[in-house]
């Protein structure tokens, strides 16, 4: 069964950096869209980046201009450098991946913890 696996999570000063990864598995072909998502507890799910095989790319508007996508089709792995860190970036990252032309995930890693202190 495809998995993917988070890493890359943790405590960093607000202003400071991270780079997430995500890995998959399971799988000989690669996703159509691969992305992450952000949850913080006791607030609605938002979309932070996406990518296509092809590279376009998406951003939601409280990351644009901090947060970099990017992918590696050969090894279906998906990237997010995140700049400018601020503390309602605080939240729980989970990676995903669409298999085909569906815009809603086939898959979801298990999440990786980012803390921002102010």
């Known amino acids: 069964q495809v998995q993917l696996v988070e890493s890359g999570g943790g405590l960093v000063q607000a202003g400071g950096s991270l780079r997430l990864s995500c890995a998959a598995s399971?799988?000989?072909?690669?996703?159509?869209?691969m992305g992450w998502y952000r949850q913080a507890p006791g607030k609605q799910r938002e979309l932070v980046a996406s990518?296509?095989?092809?590279?376009?790319?998406n951003y939601g508007d409280s990351v644009k201009g901090r947060f970099t996508i990017s992918r590696d089709n050969a090894k279906n792995m998906v990237y997010l450098q995140m700049n400018s860190l601020k503390p309602e970036d605080t939240a729980v990252y989970y990676c995903?991946?669409?298999?085909?032309?569906?815009?809603?995930?086939?898959?979801w890693g298990q999440g990786t913890q980012v803390t921002v202190s102010s």
């Open positions: 995903y991946a669409v298999r085909g032309p569906a815009m809603a995930p086939d898959y």
């Open positions: 399971g799988t000989i072909f690669s996703f159509n869209v």
């Open positions: 990518i296509t095989r092809g590279g376009i790319t």
